[in-house]
């Protein structure tokens, strides 16, 4: 079993996260694929967490990855 799992995410200039399980779910919702980034989710997280820990967790990366500091 992995210890991770992908989720994508796509970031609003205010900060909101919107997470998408596949790039094929996001683009049914209208989200163009090539805006997603792919956020791998530690497992434990991913099983026990809320949905609000998770998109902390992927907002955290997401600004580390744009700060250079990932």
Do not use: H, N, W
């Not at 990366?61 to 700060?67: D, P, S």
Request: proline share 4%; no cysteine.
């Amino acid at each position: 079993m992995a210890d991770t799992t992908a989720l994508y995410a796509l970031r609003f200039p205010d900060g909101s996260v919107s997470l998408y399980i596949d790039e094929l779910y996001a683009k049914d919702r209208g989200v163009d694929p090539s805006q997603l980034v792919r956020v791998e989710i530690p497992r434990e997280l991913f099983v026990s967490g809320t949905i609000q820990d998770i998109r902390e967790y992927v907002a955290l990366q997401l600004e580390q990855q744009r700060t250079g500091t990932a």
